[in-house]
């Protein structure tokens, strides 16, 4: 298995499921995402990535959940199966402005 990594900065999963083929053939042997926590969505800037409205939820600019399960069950169907390595924004969230200042992130937002 190749041991180096495609760092995908700010590339959202449904170019990435098109490129994964290409990927997987120019030797890679793992895909870096940036964080997949939820922050706007049409915030197509990168800094959006680190500034995270909440921690339960999987979307962003960059897609959903369920594009982020195809991404990773394509990637496992490569030969080799190519690795998936998620950055990961810890203690770090965007500034609200929400009611309770003292509920944070508050209830859990349903997509």
Request: aromatic content about 12%; proline content about 5%.
């Amino acid at each position: 298995m190749n041991d180096v990594i495609f760092h995908a900065f700010n590339w959202n999963y449904q170019d990435l499921i098109r490129q994964v083929q290409q990927i997987s053939d120019l030797g890679y042997g793992a895909i870096l995402i940036p964080p997949s926590l939820y922050s706007d969505v049409k915030g197509d800037q990168r800094w959006q990535r680190y500034q995270p409205k909440d921690y339960r939820v999987l979307l962003s600019y960059l897609g959903g959940k369920k594009d982020l399960q195809q991404l990773i069950d394509l990637c496992r169907q490569m030969t080799p199966p190519l690795k998936v390595y998620a950055d990961l924004v810890l203690n770090h969230m965007a500034n609200e402005n929400r009611e309770d200042h003292y509920n944070f992130p508050g209830k859990l937002l349903v997509f």
